[in-house]
């Protein structure tokens, strides 16, 4: 295990960060299923722990809490796009011209 792996494996034990993950996660509970929340607290983790600075005066807390955000806003709108291009279109389905409104 390299360094970054056993960061992640504490980080994830870290109640303190669990704490915060979950507060970050909490308004988007309708719009994800839990599984999808767990990844997105995985994947925020460890890119926290990859990409903090601490030469910025910034907490890690506070960092993991807008990355986790951040995270489950982009994986909302994934989401999104996905619901909608899933539609599919029936061969049955009338189709109508814009123009007469005539079936075609």
Known sequence: MNDIDKKLDEGWKNKDYQLIMHKACRTFTNQLNEDEIENVKLNALWKSLKNFDQTKNT??????????????????????????????????????????????
């Open 59 to 104: 907490k890690f807390t506070t960092y993991l809490y807008k990355v986790v955000f951040t995270e489950c806003l982009k994986n909302c709108s994934f989401n999104k796009r996905k619901k909608y291009k899933t539609r599919t279109i029936n061969i049955n389905d009338k189709i109508y011209a814009k123009s007469s409104d005539k079936l075609l």
